[in-house]
């Protein structure tokens, strides 16, 4: 989406200069900056965003054969005999 946001010269100026040494667009450090402020802003206010429990059995992940399968062969392996 398009918009028009009014940002000082001393601003604007020292995000082209990071952007440019980071080889990144404006755009996208706006949007981190963003995100950044918002998700504090959530965090100030009680609302931390949703994380998921690390419901993991121990494991260390897939098996070096499958580190690069696709979903479809792990899927295949996983339900291997149970039904059709």
Same mark, same amino acid.
């Given at each position: 989406?398009?918009?028009?946001?009014?940002? %000082?010269? %001393?601003?604007?100026?020292?995000?082209?200069?990071?952007?440019?040494?980071?080889?990144?667009?404006?755009?996208?450090?706006?949007?981190?900056?963003? @995100?950044?402020? *918002?998700? @504090?802003?959530?965090?100030?206010?009680?609302?931390?965003?949703?994380?998921?429990?690390?419901? %993991?059995?121990?494991?260390?992940? *897939? @098996?070096?054969? *499958?580190?690069?399968?696709?979903?479809?062969?792990?899927?295949?392996?996983?339900?291997?005999? @149970?039904?059709?």
């Amino acid at each position: 989406m398009k918009t028009t946001v009014e940002i %000082s010269d %001393s601003v604007l100026t020292a995000a082209k200069g990071t952007a440019q040494r980071e080889r990144t667009t404006l755009r996208a450090l706006i949007e981190e900056g963003l @995100r950044l402020a *918002l998700e @504090r802003r959530e965090r100030q206010a009680g609302r931390a965003s949703f994380r998921l429990r690390d419901a %993991s059995v121990g494991g260390h992940g *897939l @098996r070096p054969e *499958l580190q690069h399968a696709p979903w479809e062969q792990i899927r295949d392996l996983v339900y291997h005999g @149970r039904g059709s």
